[in-house]
């Protein structure tokens, strides 16, 4: 079982439950860009005819973390450098907006939770593991904008960084050796001082610094 997977719930469609974990293993880069999927694969896997397997690809293509060629192949996304641009710039914007109307609920034991997060996430970078640092990176942002109470933001968000966890996945293991920007530490830094245009400032900057890398 990938990271992220889940045993099945009886309660949730066959379709449901592939679709989930697709995504989750997208989303986290355990996919790399530009592989290749099948739905006899995918439905072999999950013991379940291509009806689901199916259904599932389709919603994934429609969220733009797969690619139906006319041939029926499917493949995960490859970016070009303007789109990675564009979905850095997206990011931008609706993540410190989220992370703006969070501040006001960002108790301290949400802080300390976000801080062990993010010594994690270091422990990760300097082992080179590019899966756990995609899987917690995101753990550290959805901790704080879950505070926002902006679920349909949220969502937005989240197809965005479906479409990016192949690509973030790649960006880590080409540049695992670099030294950490600390902008984490600037997000928790001012959180604890309610400073919202440092927030602001360290959520932009941590969002766009890592992708710049792969359009450079």
């Not at 070009?80 to 960002?106: G, H, K, Q, V, W």
């Not at 965005?160 to 996945?169: A, D, E, K």
Request: aromatic letters at 4%; proline letters at 5%.
């Amino acid at each position: 079982m990938h990271v992220g997977d889940r045993p099945t719930d009886p309660s949730i469609p066959a379709h449901e439950h592939v679709y989930r974990i697709l995504r989750s293993r997208i989303m986290q880069g355990v996919t790399r860009p530009g592989a290749t999927l099948t739905l006899r694969g995918i439905a072999a896997e999950f013991s379940v005819s291509t009806t689901p397997a199916r259904e599932a690809v389709r919603r994934l293509v429609a969220e733009g973390a797969l690619k139906l060629s006319p041939s029926g192949r499917v493949t995960t996304t490859v970016l070009s450098r303007e789109r990675i641009e564009e979905l850095a710039a997206i990011r931008a914007l609706l993540e410190t907006e989220l992370a703006t109307r969070s501040m006001p609920r960002a108790h301290g034991a949400l802080i300390e939770r976000m801080s062990e997060v993010d010594r994690q996430i270091e422990k990760a970078r300097r082992c080179g593991d590019a899966l756990t640092y995609v899987r917690l990176n995101l753990e550290f942002h959805r901790l704080l904008y879950l505070r926002a109470q902006a679920p349909a933001m949220l969502a937005l968000v989240e197809t965005v960084w479906l479409q990016l966890g192949p690509t973030m996945r790649l960006l880590y293991e080409e540049h695992r050796r670099l030294k950490g920007t600390h902008t984490h530490t600037k997000v928790l830094d001012a959180l604890r001082g309610g400073d919202e245009p440092g927030l602001r400032l360290a959520i932009r900057a941590d969002v766009t610094n890592g992708l710049r890398l792969l359009v450079q």
